[in-house]
């Protein structure tokens, strides 16, 4: 069976420090995909970044990167130079890649990031 | 706004009534799913949707709960004889088919059974 463990519950930092989310996954498939979603107290899921089961380069976008290792099942995402915007729950999720059967999402629990001036 | 839409926003209900919910996906997306998010949870799956077709169904999907997409268009999601237990947010999101597009989410609707 699939499942998405984000083990930090709520992370509180300082505006401008760096934080790390942490996310492992398990999945039987060769194939599948990963994502990260913001969620902000309006509600609304945010894409934030998808990445496949056979690209493991990192992967920088601003502020945000993310580590993809397989050896270990993780993909944790970054954020450098916290701002107070950042505040919000963030959820890592796995999606089968089997066309016509997959591409619901499998959650993990989410991580509520504060971010305090 | 071309994102996903979903009516209403809030909704209170007392227990044994029925409630209905609307989503409108982005209008090229063929694929609707529905999730239900308790709080301090994940979203959870609860059904999809390619066109008019309903594909598949979680088990958390209980008799009182039945979702359409007539048409392929917008979908509804009926829960009848409410409980307290169903009280959470209902979220909708619509993709492409392919497993690896990412689905854009609305902004849920909140139940509350009181």
């Known amino acids: 069976a699939q499942k998405v463990t984000q083990a930090q519950t709520e992370i509180s930092v300082v505006e401008k420090e760096d934080v790390t989310l942490d996310c492992v996954y398990e999945t039987r498939d060769t194939t599948y995909y990963l994502f990260w979603y913001k969620q902000p107290p309006s509600g609304e899921l945010v894409f934030l970044i998808r990445?496949?089961?056979?690209?493991?380069q990192n992967e920088i976008s601003g502020r945000y990167s993310w580590n993809f290792q397989k050896s270990t099942s993780s993909f944790n995402f970054t954020i450098t130079a916290s701002q107070v915007v950042d505040s919000a729950v963030y959820f890592c999720a796995l999606s089968e890649a089997i066309y016509n059967q997959g591409g619901k999402l499998i959650f993990g629990q989410g991580t509520e990031l504060s971010v305090k001036p | 706004d071309t994102g996903v839409s979903q009516d209403p926003r809030h909704k209170i209900t007392k227990r044994g009534q029925n409630v209905t919910f609307r989503c409108d996906p982005i209008s090229e997306h063929n694929r609707l799913y529905w999730y239900r998010q308790t709080l301090g949870q994940g979203p959870e799956f609860l059904t999809y949707f390619q066109n008019e077709a309903q594909l598949e169904k979680s088990r958390l999907l209980s008799d009182r709960f039945s979702a359409e997409r007539p048409k392929g268009s917008f979908s509804t999601l009926e829960i009848q004889r409410t409980e307290q237990g169903d009280s959470a947010m209902y979220l909708c999101a619509s993709s492409f088919p392919e497993s690896y597009t990412e689905a854009f989410f609305g902004q849920g609707t909140r139940l509350t059974v009181v």
């Open positions: 990445r496949n089961s056979f690209d493991e």
